[in-house]
């Protein structure tokens, strides 16, 4: 069965600092990959998402993630965070044959200090 | 982007009564909505698969008969948790793919906390 690994359980960084949240799945097959982000007291808004070409890819507000098949990674980075990036962060999976369920990881929470 | 709503927001009820919640897609018909369950402080679980026109297909370990999934037009898909316990109590979240939008770009709900009492 698939899986998504999160390395870290909690991030805590000050402002301006670079982020690199693991993300690691375990699927031999061909996967699309995702990144999302739960603010405080929202619902899940999708950040990026990889299924296929470049592999790294550019998302919403400054984040990008770079898929590494031989690694299963699926690692989310940003060079300089804000205050504002304070939330919670998904990694998740499903298979590329498509309509199927997403597979999260057990979440990264970030908190940015000024 | 696509917008996916869930009513209600909030719940309380009684143990051994039973509460529906809907989601619908408010700009997109959605042939497959999924339902989730997140406890505090993990990561979302999938419940069960909700296709339109057809019964819906349960992970293991999901009791079919306790979590009633309808999903009765492209727009609306519900989750009844019948008969509800204290241990029922989570945060409920669905989800609805845009066709549309490429390869499986799903948008999720708000969610529904349920407490049950």
């Known amino acids: 069965a698939q899986s998504v690994s999160q390395h870290n359980h909690h991030v805590i960084l000050s402002e301006a600092a670079s982020l690199e949240l693991g993300c690691n799945y375990s699927y031999g097959g061909t996967v699309n990959l995702f990144w999302y982000v739960q603010y405080p007291g929202q619902h899940l808004q999708l950040l990026l998402k990889y299924f296929s070409g470049d592999p790294l890819v550019k998302g919403i507000k400054g984040f990008e993630a770079e898929f590494i098949k031989s690694k299963f990674s699926f690692n989310l980075r940003k060079p300089s965070v804000q205050w504002s990036d304070t939330a919670e962060y998904f990694c998740?999976?499903?298979?590329?044959?498509?309509?199927?369920?997403?597979?999260f990881g057990k979440g990264t929470r970030l908190s940015v200090i000024a | 982007g696509a917008v996916v709503s869930q009513h209600p927001s909030r719940v309380i009820c009684k143990s051994g009564t039973s509460v529906k919640i809907e989601c619908r897609s408010l700009?997109?018909?959605?042939?497959?909505m999924f339902w989730y369950r997140q406890f505090p402080k993990q990561s979302l679980m999938l419940m069960a698969t909700?296709?339109?026109?057809?019964?819906?297909?349960?992970e293991q370990g999901v009791e079919k008969d306790k979590f009633l999934i309808n999903h009765a037009s492209l727009t609306l898909s519900t989750l009844t948790v019948t008969s509800a316990h204290p241990e029922d109590s989570s945060f409920y979240i669905c989800s609805a793919r845009d066709p549309n939008m490429g390869t499986d770009t799903q948008y999720f709900g708000p969610g529904t906390r349920l407490t049950v009492l």
């Open positions: 998740a999976v499903n298979l590329y044959s498509g309509n199927t369920p997403l597979v």
């Open positions: 909700s296709n339109e026109g057809s019964k819906a297909t349960y």
């Open positions: 700009d997109f018909q959605a042939t497959t």
